[in-house]
């Protein structure tokens, strides 16, 4: 799909007019949703759209953009046509597998952006992280199609916000939430693997069937290849010609957790042949920039500010060490497990290792960001925090000493949904990247 289609498809309205039956029938607020449609389409013509020597297959992505409120939000009510089931989740230690063993559909509910951040605040703190008042802004504004397509929602005891959180959530959905373990010796203890098995069960009252191994396998296998097309992409940006820019990536990354998995897979894949052809030929894009590594808080759709300040002013983006970048794809789950149990404890295993900072100690992120920063030739590490995320604005002090002990430059960017700061993220990114080698 050409740019054009795409800004005509979004700000132009005929997404609006075509999936207004839809909308209605899901209850949304048309007139506010309608607003909020127009402002993305503005917000990612502007970014987006601009950005020069895209590659080929950013049309694919360019184009579930446009149909972000649309042709999914079909897709999933054919689903539940047809008798599935779909299942909302905040965070990455909700196992898809089994959603889909169940033969659901999983989908990251919307939380990236600051417009609903008054109708939370009527009934949220006001300083609470804006991750967290953009999920409740969206429920209780009318806003989120994708809210309101859920049979279920699924939280998670990671931050304090968001455990308390999923008690008012849950006076407006159906809720189901896991509790994970809060120390990372606690990983071994059989509360989470515990909680893998509940979570199992409750996928199959709601779906109404027993879900058998040969089901769990085929989960795994999807979510499995879904991850090793999205571990291919981060390498390929590896390269000293960084084939696609960041913001890019970033917007890959994000649209891994609603789009369909099997056509998302195969696009990521297709994306990547074509990187690949453009990394022997040598070509990149921004070339000449600072390499970046990204690491902290999640990033969800449509949340593009800091890359887009970074790769505005002298810097190109390489690596994400975040929810919406490696902890999404690192580690597979073990596809040679044979048996119900030797399944779950291997979807156990993987989910429990990624490296939040609700765990204490987290060592691995530090290790990671480390490791990474060397892996993907990074000339500075970005630590992005949400305001009023404690766990990770903490951890940074952690951070600052473990990258200081390794001699890799580091910047501490705590900030939120809103546009107000631009001006002061710019002048600080700038006067960071100067001082890079
Ligand atoms: S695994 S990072 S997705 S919890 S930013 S709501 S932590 S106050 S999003 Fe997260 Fe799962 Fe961890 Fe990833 Fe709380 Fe912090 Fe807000 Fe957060």
Redesign the pocket.
């Known amino acids: 799909m050409m740019a054009a289609d795409v800004l005509s498809l979004i700000s132009q309205g005929s997404v609006m007019s075509t999936y207004e039956t839809l909308w209605a029938g899901l209850g949304l607020d048309l007139k506010r949703h309608d607003e909020l449609l127009e402002l993305l389409g503005q917000f990612y013509t502007g970014l987006y759209l601009s950005q020069p020597n895209r590659p080929a297959g950013m049309g694919y992505f360019d184009f579930v953009i446009s149909e972000v409120h649309g042709l999914r939000v079909q897709e999933l009510q054919e689903h539940k046509a047809r008798g599935g089931k779909v299942v909302g989740t905040?965070?990455?230690?909700v196992p898809e597998e089994l959603i889909l063993a169940a033969g659901g559909v999983c989908v990251g509910l919307c939380a990236g952006t600051d417009f609903p951040a008054a109708d939370a605040e009527a009934i949220l703190p006001r300083n609470i992280?804006p991750?967290?008042k953009s999920a409740v802004g969206f429920k209780l504004a009318r806003l989120c199609p994708y809210v309101e397509s859920c049979d279920l929602v699924v939280g998670?005891t990671?931050?304090d916000?968001?455990k308390k959180t999923w008690e008012i959530f849950g006076q407006h959905v159906p809720m189901h939430v896991m509790e994970l373990p809060q120390m990372a010796a606690g990983r071994q203890d059989g509360l989470w693997l515990g909680q893998v098995r509940d979570f199992k069960g409750r996928m199959e009252t709601l779906a109404g069937r027993t879900i058998t191994e040969d089901d769990i396998a085929r989960g795994i296998r999807l979510v499995n290849a879904k991850r090793r097309a999205l571990a291919r992409l981060y390498a390929l940006r590896q390269n000293a010609n960084v084939p696609i820019s960041g913001k890019d990536a970033l917007l890959i990354s994000q649209i891994a957790f609603y789009d369909d998995i099997e056509r998302y897979t195969a696009k990521v894949n297709e994306l990547c042949d074509e990187l690949v052809a453009r990394v022997t030929r040598g070509e990149g894009v921004l070339l000449g920039a600072k390499r970046l590594l990204i690491t902290g808080?999640?990033m969800a759709i449509p949340n593009w500010k800091l890359h887009h300040i970074l790769e505005e002013n002298g810097g190109v983006v390489v690596c994400e060490e975040s929810?919406t970048g490696t902890?999404y794809f690192t580690n597979t789950v073990d596809e040679s497990a044979k048996g119900m149990d030797a399944q779950l404890e291997a979807i156990a295993e993987r989910y429990v290792h990624?490296p939040?900072?609700?765990f204490s100690p987290n060592t691995e992120r530090l290790d990671n960001v480390v490791r990474y920063a060397r892996e993907w030739q990074a000339d500075g590490v970005i630590d992005y925090t949400?305001a009023?995320?404690?766990?990770?604005n903490v951890e940074h002090e952690l951070l600052r000493q473990r990258l200081q002990a390794e001699g890799i430059p580091l910047l501490h960017i705590e900030t939120d949904y809103s546009m107000g700061d631009m001006g002061q993220l710019t002048t600080r990114a700038r006067a960071f990247m100067e001082t890079l080698a």
């Open positions: 905040f965070c990455l230690y992280c991750l967290i998670e990671t931050c916000g968001k808080t999640p929810c902890r990624i939040c900072a609700c949400l009023f995320c404690h766990c990770y």
